[in-house]
């Protein structure tokens, strides 16, 4: 099958799983600078998720696949395993742009501010990329993930720095 129709076939769950893996990275750094945490907290959290909540929309997406009128559509417990798959290698690619912001030595900016964009120029990529295998227009689609990921990102930084309040900056909670 030609790349192109291959990447057509699984684009959806790419899209999904990339969509969520960046702004999930994005919320949980954001969470830890607002709540004025370690950048090791940033990394731990960030492996974790990407591997965890990776494998878990992956598997939920292959199970979804397994079932009622979608099982019907897929006959194969390899079609639904592709499709899990591309949600996983979507999430976790363009899920793991923000953490380079942490990873790369040398970064002499905020490496916060990298992250977001990082984050939010790979979600923009992403949704404008999706108007080479549809009718979507590229600025639109690359902005509704834009959009969406700046929101997600903002709550979660909120969110960190009203819990440093509440509970202390670098509280350990037993």
Known sequence: ???????????????YGANDGIVTTLAIISGVVGAGLSPRVILILGFANLLADGFSMGASNFLSKRTGRARAELATRAQATRHGSATLLGFVIAGGMPLLAYLI????????????ALGLMTLFVVGASRSLFSEERWLRGGLEMFVIGAMASAVA??????????????EVLH
Not at 3 to 13: C, F, S
Not at 106 to 116: L, M
Not at 157 to 170: D, E, S
């Open 157 to 170: 930084f909120g969110i960190g720095m009203a819990g440093a309040a509440i509970l202390g900056n670098g």
């Open 1 to 15: 099958m030609h790349w192109r129709g291959t990447v057509q076939k699984y684009l959806a769950d790419l899209i």
């Open 105 to 116: 030595p040398g970064i002499t900016a905020d490496r916060f501010v990298v992250a977001v």
